[in-house]
């Protein structure tokens, strides 16, 4: 008589098993509506506005407006001191 309740078709641990992989899906799920709530205010604000489709034109395709100047920082560690287009090389000094 035990032997279905935990080991048989509609057993004890089938339900355990099956009730873990609904909460990991559960938690699936909420990730993907994160994502899509994002991704849908995106969407409306490039509808609505000009400022987002600039922000993305000035992030992912390095557009400037007319009339501006675009002044490019390099970092310390990618600096290239000697002029001579090797960046990262050292150079012995003379």
């Known amino acids: 008589m035990q032997y279905p309740l935990w080991l048989g078709k509609g057993s004890w641990l089938k339900v355990w098993e099956v009730d873990q992989q609904v909460i990991t899906q ?6 993907l509506k994160m ?4 991704l849908d205010a995106e969407v409306r604000d490039l509808k609505q506005g000009y400022d ?9 395709l390095g557009m400037i407006k007319q009339d ?8 310390d560690g990618n ?6 287009g090797k960046a990262g090389e050292e150079h012995p000094e003379q």
Request: hydrophobic letters at 30%.
């Open 26 to 31: 559960h938690e699936i799920n909420q990730k």
């Open 35 to 38: 994502r899509n709530a994002a």
């Open 52 to 60: 987002a489709i600039e922000e993305r034109a000035r992030s992912e």
């Open 68 to 75: 501006e100047t675009f002044f490019h920082i390099l970092e």
């Open 79 to 84: 600096k290239n001191t000697y002029g001579d």
